[in-house]
């Protein structure tokens, strides 16, 4: 395993960049002032303009402030969405400081994707703090972290697995590329699934009350009679009057499409940042070169056009942004003029005609190569993790170094381990806190990993494709009336009943402990027994060393021991071949202060 740390790079690169986003926010600072200034300047110039009563100067005041504050507004926008980004990856590489440091629960543990019913995810620490889920997803865009809890939920299939290894290969060469993709994305950190719902809703919308072709001549008619009845006042001496007259019948139309007008701008509340982060986010992948097969086809997505994607949400968001800048003071009269709001209404109906239809695979498109980006950045920061390989035989694994991933490199224990055969048990035994239970985690939560097509924590890691499962972690549930024995037996029978055609793995820990030791031993022993027989191969812990005399060319006795010198307890973790040999739990209830009298006599 490599023992390279890259935590030293990525404190770099916040030091970086902390300057950076400094040198960024001084010139922000600069343009509010000087937007400031301007707004002041032009007040005071359209007073004076009026005092004298010069509509030559008004109207020159207009046109130049108008255009220059529409430049400065431009600039300003532009760098405060760098200097936001330049934020983002500064808290990009902080956090991942904290997972190489063992600080996964300051982060976000998406802890609702949580089912206590799944077959393996309460007990392999898959959603919830200090989880495979904070360790794997770096992205801020909810539908990434749901793609991303779906691929750790159900396992993929050999071929898919197979081209996102190649897809992380390739993205983990490009940590730049990498966190300013992962950090465009931030920019959709709030709020992104109400705009989403609401931008997919008005996509699906059919509004063929614009689509009449009535709109759009009078979107062409009425500024263009506003504009020469305009040249007419000012430069013939028309009376001014006149011009009320496109004024009132404009007033009338603004007034119909006051309802679509309404829900597109109520649809769309924030959602021009939204496609902001989307269009630099597409932009991104269309000018990036590829070689992947699993990226090109996703890059495919966005040029299987005559337009660029980006391109496209480009225009969308700077018609939306026209619609959304109706409260600025000039915008009014001018809408009065020339029907601005039925301009830019026409404009968002003729662009949902043309990509409208398109706009789903984009975003999906973009949340799969998010997912790739995440699963490559944490191949990146974990060097000592590998890409597992398929076996060629059924009933499979054997890995060299397995530790496991939640478990700060300082403080991780790894174990080789191999189990093959159809029905192959192996049977743990082992001293209390001698390591069993998290041995199976251990085993378990790489296998998800390996079938989600992530890298796994060991050195070298073979498996065949199995459906996990695992019964460790079952309580009580005093709401619905069911003891922890109950539980446990639910969890088993639900093992029993889901073997079928596809092999499963299973997990069991301290199987039947919530009943005497003579029921107990009766039990596992025959939930051994059945389990050999089946569709399937795993692992059981015990502390009934009785049952590593069933061993046999099905069953494997494996165990965890430890030691004891003076008054201390010595666990070294590691896993040893056959049935345990030292028991601890005298003198842990010792050090804990519990009396344990020795009533033999």
């Known amino acids: 395993m490599s023992n390279k740390n890259p935590t030293p790079e990525f404190q770099t690169r916040i030091q970086q960049f902390s300057e950076t986003f400094d040198s960024l926010n001084k010139r922000h600072q600069t343009l509010s002032v000087l937007r400031v200034i301007m707004f002041v300047s ?13 509509g030559y100067l008004l109207t020159g005041v207009l046109i130049v402030f108008t255009t220059a504050f529409g430049f400065i507004i431009s600039i300003h926008n532009k760098l405060k969405f760098s200097r936001d980004t330049t934020k983002h990856l500064i808290r990009i590489n902080e956090e991942e400081v904290l997972r190489l440091g063992g600080g996964l629960s300051k982060l976000y543990d998406g802890h609702h994707y949580e089912d206590k019913n799944h077959f393996f995810a309460p007990d392999l620490d898959i959603f919830g703090s200090n989880s495979l889920f904070q360790l794997l997803v770096r992205s801020r865009q909810e539908k990434s972290r749901d793609l991303a809890a779906s691929w750790l939920l159900e396992h993929a299939p050999p071929k898919e697995i197979s081209e996102r290894h190649e897809a992380v290969r390739e993205l983990s060469k490009k940590t730049e590329w990498r966190q300013h993709f992962t950090a465009l994305g931030m920019h959709n950190e709030q709020n992104e699934k109400a705009n989403n719902d ?76 939204t496609l902001k982060s989307y269009e630099k986010l597409i932009n991104s992948v269309e000018n990036t070169v590829f070689e992947s097969k699993k990226l090109l086809e996703l890059q495919s997505v966005f040029t299987d056009q005559n337009r660029s994607a980006s391109t496209a949400v480009r225009s969308l968001r700077r018609i939306l942004l026209q619609l959304f800048n109706r409260a600025n003071m000039l915008y009014f009269p001018l809408n009065m003029v020339f029907l601005l709001d039925l301009i830019w209404l026409l404009r968002a109906e003729k662009w949902r005609k043309s990509y409208g239809h398109q706009v789903e695979n984009w975003f999906d498109a973009i949340h799969e190569i998010d997912v790739l980006n995440d699963m490559a950045s944490l191949s990146y920061a974990n060097p000592d993790f590998v890409l597992p390989t398929v076996a060629n035989e059924h009933y499979d694994l054997k890995a060299l170094q397995l530790g496991h991933p939640l478990i700060p490199v300082s403080e991780r224990i790894t174990n080789d381990f191999t189990l093959s055969g159809r029905g192959k048990s192996g049977l743990i035994t082992g001293s209390n806190m001698s390591g069993k239970s998290t041995f199976l985690r251990t085993v378990g939560i790489n296998l998800v990993m390996a079938q989600s097509g992530l890298p796994v924590c060991a050195a070298s890691y073979t498996y065949s494709p199995m459906i996990v499962f695992s019964s460790m972690r079952t309580q009580d549930n005093l709401e619905e009336h069911i003891s922890s024995f109950y539980a446990e037996l639910s969890r088993i029978k639900l093992l029993l009943d889901s073997i079928g055609d596809k092999p499963i793995f299973y997990l069991l820990d301290e199987i039947l402990k919530g009943t005497n030791s003579e029921d107990r031993h009766k039990g596992s022993l025959s939930l051994v027994s059945q389990l050999t027989n089946k569709n399937c191969m795993g692992l059981v812990t015990t502390h009934d060393l009785s049952l590593a005399n069933m061993e046999n060319d099905l069953v494997t006795n494996y165990s965890f021991n430890s030691n004891i010198v003076g008054d201390e307890i010595i666990f070294d973790y590691k896993l040893t071949p056959g049935p345990c040999k030292s028991f601890n739990a005298s003198k842990l209830m010792e050090k804990m202060g519990i009396i344990v009298e020795d009533r033999r006599e």
Do not use: H
């Open 198 to 273: 609401g931008f997919m809703a008005w996509l699906k919308d059919d509004n063929s009350f614009l689509g009449k072709t009535l709109w759009e001549i009078l979107s062409y008619l009425m500024p263009a009679l506003s504009l020469c009845l305009t040249v007419l006042i000012l430069a013939f001496d028309y009376p001014y009057q006149l011009i009320f007259i496109p004024i009132l019948t404009n007033l009338f139309f603004l007034k119909v499409i006051f309802d679509p007008l309404l829900k597109i701008t109520k649809e769309f509340d924030a959602a021009t940042k």
């Open 42 to 54: 032009f007040l005071v110039l359209v007073v004076y303009a009026a005092n004298i009563r010069s």
